[in-house]
């Protein structure tokens, strides 16, 4: 439901987006951080959307391919000037923060930088 509190918060990413300010959002299991996101990306901002599910089992190389197919994803959305919206669900859950806090903060994955076109969202419970 679009409320004034969402809204608010959808505003709020934005910004962060367009200053390139990493965005974390903190919740509660099932209080709608997904949803709310994929809303943005998907209806407002008409945008590519990705998701990356974290869990206590989840590798590296995992999230590096995942990676891989993204950055193609951006490649081709830059020729139509859009965004990939990327959410990293469940970060907290996870032993690669060294690997997340590359992509977030520094837009980089391995060291090799990523296309500006990517935005990354996380959240953790």
């Not at 409320?3 to 990413?13: S, Y």
């Not at 008409?46 to 089992?57: K, L, P, S």
């Not at 060291?111 to 996380?122: H, R, S, Y």
Request: charged residues 20%; contains cysteine.
């Amino acid at each position: 439901i679009l409320t004034a509190d969402n809204f608010l918060k959808m505003l709020l990413i934005i910004m962060r987006a367009r200053c390139g300010v990493p965005i974390v959002i903190m919740g509660e299991t099932g209080c709608g951080k997904t949803s709310l996101v994929k809303f943005l990306s998907i209806e407002i901002m008409q945008e590519g959307f990705e998701v990356i599910n974290f869990h206590a089992g989840i590798k590296e190389q995992h999230i590096l391919e995942k990676m891989e197919e993204i950055v193609a994803m951006a490649h081709s959305a830059k020729l139509t000037d859009n965004f990939i919206w990327v959410f990293l669900d469940e970060i907290n859950t996870c032993d690669c923060m060294g690997l997340i806090t590359e992509l977030i903060v520094e837009k980089k994955v391995l060291g090799k930088p990523l296309p500006d076109n990517i935005v990354f969202i996380a959240a953790c419970n």
